[in-house]
Nanobody, 127 residues
Framework: QVQLVESGGGSVQTGGSLRLSCAASGLTFSSYAMGWFRQTPGKEREFVAA????????YYADSVKGRFTISRNGAERTVYLQMNSLKLEDTAVYYC????????????????????WGQGTQVTVSS
């Protein structure tokens, strides 16, 4: 069956960095756009970043642009989220998701379009 397994979360001080990983199995990785979302208690899951099926195009929420970098490695079937200059407001559970979409280089920013989800990894930023 399809599995998306996140890792790399943890606690870090403001200004610090973390690198999240999401290992995919049970799907044709190259057919999926991959995204990262995050969620805090009482709030809806929000888009953070996504990479197209080819890896050539990346997209970011305005709140993380310039600080976060998404990338994918087809050979490793893994998508990464490098998070730098972390802020208190980046504290959340981060989820990896896969979207069966390769019609073009665009990505979806709405969670409902994504077919598979990981279990989430906690990121806590403190002062």
């Amino acid at each position: 069956q399809v599995q998306l397994v996140e890792s790399g979360g943890g606690s870090v001080q403001t200004g610090g960095s973390l690198r999240l990983s999401c290992a995919a199995s049970g799907l044709t990785f190259s057919s999926y756009a991959m995204g990262w979302f995050r969620q805090t208690p009482g709030k809806e899951r929000e888009f953070v970043a996504a990479v197209s099926w080819s890896g050539r195009s990346t997209y970011y929420a305005d709140s993380v642009k310039g600080r976060f970098t998404i990338s994918r490695n087809g050979a490793e079937r893994t998508v990464y989220l490098q998070m730098n200059s972390l802020k208190l407001e980046d504290t959340a559970v981060y989820y990896c998701a896969a979207d069966l979409y390769r019609s073009n280089e665009l990505v979806h920013r709405t969670p409902a379009y994504y077919d598979y989800w990981g279990q989430g990894t906690q990121v806590t930023v403190s002062s």
